[in-house]
């Protein structure tokens, strides 16, 4: 059965970090590009980035830049969002997700998690 298992969310205050994590099990994940998307109350999921199956190609939403960062652990089967300088407007269930063999450009992956919840509020 194929699973993604997000943890990691938790209430934290302007300013602050957390890092969410992402258990893969139930299929190959070494071949699979891995993302993590995001949606805040009221808005649209949008993806917020993206590691390929070499841990070298990493995408970004622009607006997240410098203050988001994706790593993963094949031997964990594990992909990580360290986020830093958290505001606001960071508040919503962060999602993982997986696409085979690329981060995709167009479409949409192939497994997704349940979601964590983040909320970023003094």
């Known amino acids: 059965q194929v699973q993604l298992v997000e943890s990691g969310g938790d209430l934290v205050q302007p300013g602050g970090s957390l890092r969410l994590s992402c258990a893969a099990s139930?299929?190959?994940?070494?071949?699979?590009?891995m993302y993590w998307f995001r949606q805040a109350p009221g808005k649209e999921r949008e993806r917020i980035s993206c590691?390929?199956?070499?841990?070298?190609?990493?995408t970004y939403a622009d607006s997240l830049k410098g203050r988001f960062t994706i790593s993963r652990d094949f031997a964990q089967d594990t992909v990580y969002l360290d986020m830093n300088s958290l505001k606001p407007e960071d508040t919503g269930v962060y999602y993982c997700?997986?696409?085979?063999?690329?981060?995709?450009?167009?479409?949409?992956?192939?497994?997704w998690g349940q979601g964590t919840q983040v909320t970023v509020s003094s």
């Open positions: 997700a997986a696409s085979y063999m690329k981060c995709l450009q167009f479409g949409k992956p192939d497994y």
């Open positions: 139930g299929f190959a994940s070494d071949y699979y590009a």
């Open positions: 590691i390929g199956i070499n841990r070298e190609t990493t």
